[in-house]
């Protein structure tokens, strides 16, 4: 009398499919070049102002005002969080997933790199800046958006090694 049936399947190749997917994809937080155009007649571009903003220019006296590090470091845990899911869905062999995961990652971190632009990030502007502001309409007084061409440019990219 059979008590009981087990099937046995074999999943080392989708394991393996996944280890090696985990192996190959790269998530990306930043303004891609090639996709960081302002409007028309902007002699510089939105991946441009993120690097001087986030480095300084002192020689035309833009400080430094990070925010690509800082906002990431403000994502780490949920970063860190879907990136063990991607793990997870590699060893589950779930490659599908594994992408969806390093794409949450990716947004976590675009978006809290964009709430750190928002967020004032010091020193305060001159107060030539803000009469040039004023000048143009603008109220605001908050460092690093103007327009808001560059915060709203601001994404994740996930690539895969071939």
């Known amino acids: 009398m ?3 049936v087990k099937k046995l399947v074999d999943n080392t190749a ?4 996944g280890i090696a997917l985990l192996g190959r ?8 070049e090639d996709d960081s155009a302002r ?26 005002r990070p925010t690509l590090k800082p906002g990431i470091k403000n994502a780490s845990r949920e970063i860190d969080r ?5 793990g997870q869905a590699a060893l589950d062999g779930r490659p599908q997933s594994v992408r969806n995961q390093y794409a949450a990652a990716g947004q976590a ?5 964009k709430r750190m632009i ?20 603008l109220k605001r007084t908050n460092t690093l958006v103007d327009t808001g061409q560059m915060r709203n440019a601001v994404t994740y990219v996930v690539t895969e090694d071939k």
Do not use: F, Q, W
């Open 14 to 17: 989708k394991l393996l499919e």
């Open 39 to 64: 409007k028309e007649g902007d002699a510089i571009s939105n991946a441009s102002l993120l690097y001087i903003h986030e480095n300084g220019a002192a020689e035309v006296g833009i400080p430094a």
């Open 25 to 32: 994809l790269h998530v990306s937080v930043g303004i891609p």
């Open 109 to 113: 971190g675009a978006s809290a790199v």
């Open 2 to 4: 059979v008590k009981g």
């Open 82 to 86: 879907r990136l063990k899911m991607a």
């Open 118 to 137: 928002n967020s004032n990030v010091g020193p305060p502007l001159k107060p030539g800046t803000l009469a040039a502001r004023k000048r143009r309409g």
